[in-house]
């Protein structure tokens, strides 16, 4: 199984700051027939199910504010939030869907500082 | 508007057995892959199982083999889950999701409690 590894855990970030949250995956998720990633990155807010933001590691999902984005290839990744709003407010999570079983990263709770 | 509905889930005894169901609409369901997400209390997420548009091939963590069953009807746009042997480990909030590859769109969840 690809184990997915996120950090921090959590991090506070003032309003309209950056925040960065970094996932690792212990095998590389790049399909060579594409060139492409197979990595996603999920927002989950209180009481609320996830919601899809990232897909292909650095394609936005229709309708996600451009202040979101994704990098990295291979084994290591990154989202970035550049100007923290406060409804970003949320649990972000990684997900690989190179191999069954997908699996996700623990997550990363970003909090207003 | 895509949607998904859970239904089905409840307190149930280690041992016993549950039916989840999951109810789409708003896309062609008979295009889609479609997953089950499950979440433990405070916990993250786990993938539980997925299963193929015309339902030929379904697949499984390793903790639910042999165990649940995953299947649909698109004729309903309808999927089941269906659980037995259940655990306390089990006990979590159960997402049915659109898609096998990419999770674009979650029901609001069904909470499966397995308690004595």
């Known amino acids: 199984d690809i184990v997915m590894t996120q950090s921090p855990d959590s991090l506070a970030v003032s309003l309209g700051e950056r925040a960065t949250i970094n996932c690792k995956s212990s095998?590389?998720?790049?399909?060579?027939?594409?060139?492409?990633?197979?990595l996603g990155w999920y927002q989950q807010k209180p009481g609320q199910p996830p919601k899809m933001l990232i897909y292909w590691a650095s394609t936005r999902e229709s309708g996600v504010p451009d202040r979101f984005s994704g990098s990295g290839s291979g084994t290591d990744f990154t989202l970035t939030i550049s100007s923290l709003q406060a409804e970003d407010v949320a649990v972000y999570y990684c997900?690989?869907?190179?191999?069954?079983?997908?699996?996700f990263g623990q997550g990363t709770k970003v909090e207003i500082k | 508007e895509v949607q998904l509905v859970e239904s089905g889930g409840g307190l149930v005894q280690p041992g016993g057995s549950l039916r989840l169901s999951c109810a789409a609409s708003?896309?062609?369901?008979?295009?889609?892959?479609m997953s089950w997400v499950r979440q433990a209390p405070g916990k993250g997420l786990e993938w539980v199982a997925n299963i193929k548009p015309d339902g030929s091939e379904k697949y499984y963590v390793d903790s639910v083999k042999g165990r649940f069953t995953f299947s649909r009807d698109n004729a309903k746009n309808s999927l089941y889950l269906q659980m037995n042997s259940l655990r306390a480990e089990d006990t979590a909030v159960y997402y049915c999701?659109?898609?096998?590859?990419?999770?674009?769109?979650w029901g609001q969840g069904t909470l499966v409690t397995v308690s004595s």
């Open positions: 708003g896309f062609i369901f008979s295009n889609y892959w």
């Open positions: 095998q590389s998720v790049l399909y060579s027939s594409n060139n492409k990633n197979c």
């Open positions: 997900h690989q869907c190179y191999s069954t079983p997908r699996t």
């Open positions: 999701v659109r898609g096998g590859q990419w999770f674009g769109a």
